[in-house]
């Protein structure tokens, strides 16, 4: 059973930067590709950002590319999302993710995420 917890999310302004966390309570951590997913209202969510197993392999979105740094610390079962010159569409939940074997693109691949924080990023 993997249950994950997200934290960080609040109100920011545009330009600002934030950092969101996410941390496992599973056994064996670093069998887990982990991403980072957004849900905006209206629209569907997507993965902006996954990286694998060891740590060294990224799959970022195009739209925060440069912008968005995904990051684990396997010893603490945590999992980073820093966030940097926030834009307006940027405004979701964002969700954490995990599944065993390699970094996904697609939400439909992730089999056990967190309940979600919410980022609002105003103007």
């Known amino acids: 059973q993997v249950q994950l917890e997200e934290s960080g999310g609040r109100l920011v302004q545009v330009g600002d930067s934030l950092r969101l966390s996410c941390t496992a309570s599973v056994e064996f951590f670093n069998a887990y590709a982990m991403a980072w997913a957004r849900q905006a209202p209206g629209k569907e969510r997507e993965v902006v950002a996954a990286i694998n197993r060891s740590g060294d392999s990224w799959y970022y979105r195009d739209s925060v590319k440069g912008r968005f740094t995904v990051s684990r610390d396997d010893a603490k079962k945590v999992v980073y999302l820093q966030m940097n010159d926030l834009k307006s569409d940027d405004t979701a939940v964002y969700y954490c993710?995990?599944?065993?074997?390699?970094?996904?693109?697609?939400?439909?691949?992730?089999?056990?995420w967190g309940q979600g924080t919410r980022v609002t990023v105003s103007s």
């Open positions: 993710a995990a599944r065993s074997g390699g970094i996904a693109q697609h939400i439909d691949l992730y089999d056990h």
